[in-house]
């Protein structure tokens, strides 16, 4: 009696190397991934706050501190705070999107393609609007 190998005839699911991404999977990934980077954000923020303090209770002693550290934090916040800008606006639209999904609108494969799209523009649009603004109230 010989014995057959028992996964062997099963069906394998879909590996990524052959998987076909699509507008719906990468909303969803991009919709876990930035509610999870804003959770965390909020850890980062209030760690950034007394940081700042500190820094403002030692600035009396040293004014025109050139320390590369201050710098380099500095850059990192602004880059952190780019990306929780971006997570934000993302997670907003898209629960727009969601609410309309909700009420059982927009189901359609072509609506979905399209709102998936419109979500990731709009987010980039006002990320890039923000810190244009941003950018324009603290140099101009």
């Keep these: 009696m010989t014995e057959k190998k028992s996964g062997s005839q099963r069906p394998t699911s879909p590996h990524l190397q052959i998987y076909k991404w699509n507008i719906s999977s990468l909303g969803s990934i991009m919709h ?11 850890i980062a923020i209030s760690w950034y706050i007394v940081y700042y303090t500190y ?3 030692i600035a009396e002693s040293s004014e025109n501190c ?3 550290m201050n ?7 602004a880059l952190a705070a780019i990306g929780v800008t971006f997570a934000l606006y993302y997670h907003f639209c898209n ?3 969601h609410l309309f999904w909700d009420m059982g609108k ?5 609506t979905v393609k399209k709102t998936g799209l ?3 523009a709009l987010s980039l649009i006002f990320t890039v609007l923000t810190v244009g603004v941003t950018l324009y109230l603290k140099y101009f």
Excluded: A, H, W
């Design 55 to 57: 820094q403002i209770n």
């Design 66 to 68: 050139d320390c590369p």
């Design 118 to 120: 419109l979500t990731i």
């Design 71 to 77: 710098e380099i934090i500095n850059n990192l916040f």
């Design 32 to 42: 876990r991934l930035t509610g999870v980077m804003l959770y965390f954000s909020i």
């Design 106 to 110: 927009g189901f359609e494969k072509s």
């Design 95 to 97: 629960g727009i999107r």
